[in-house]
């Protein structure tokens, strides 16, 4: 049975950073691209930044230059140091993979950012 599993959320002030994670497991086979999606409260749920198993690497403009992607699409792992945080980054964070024929979802991380 196929798991993906977000960790490292959680409460920090503006300014702070956090870092997370995203395994998968369960049998997931030919990762194509993993993504960083988010959703604030009472918004779309919105890409964040995604990597290729070739790891190129595309970001959201409202995360340029603050939050860095990097992964292992081999080992189905994926992660995003997220510095500089500010309130309106606060939302749940969900890791997204996607094969050649099927996404798959984690169940998010909330990462909350106090003013």
């Known amino acids: 049975q196929v798991q993906v599993v977000e960790s490292g959320g959680g409460l920090v002030q503006a300014g702070g950073s956090l870092r997370l994670s995203c395994a998968a497991s369960?049998?997931?086979?030919?990762?194509?691209?993993m993504d960083w999606y988010r959703q604030a409260p009472g918004k779309q749920r919105e890409l964040v930044a995604k990597i290729t198993n070739a790891g190129t690497t595309t970001y959201a403009d409202f995360v340029k230059d603050r939050f860095t992607i990097s992964g292992d699409s081999a080992k189905s792992t994926v992660f995003l140091q997220m510095n500089s945080l500010q309130p309106e980054d606060t939302a749940v964070y969900y890791c997204?993979?996607?094969?050649?024929?099927?996404?798959?979802w984690g169940q998010g991380t909330q990462v909350t950012v106090a003013s």
């Open positions: 369960g049998g997931i086979f030919s990762v194509n691209a």
């Open positions: 997204r993979v996607r094969t050649s024929n099927r996404l798959y």
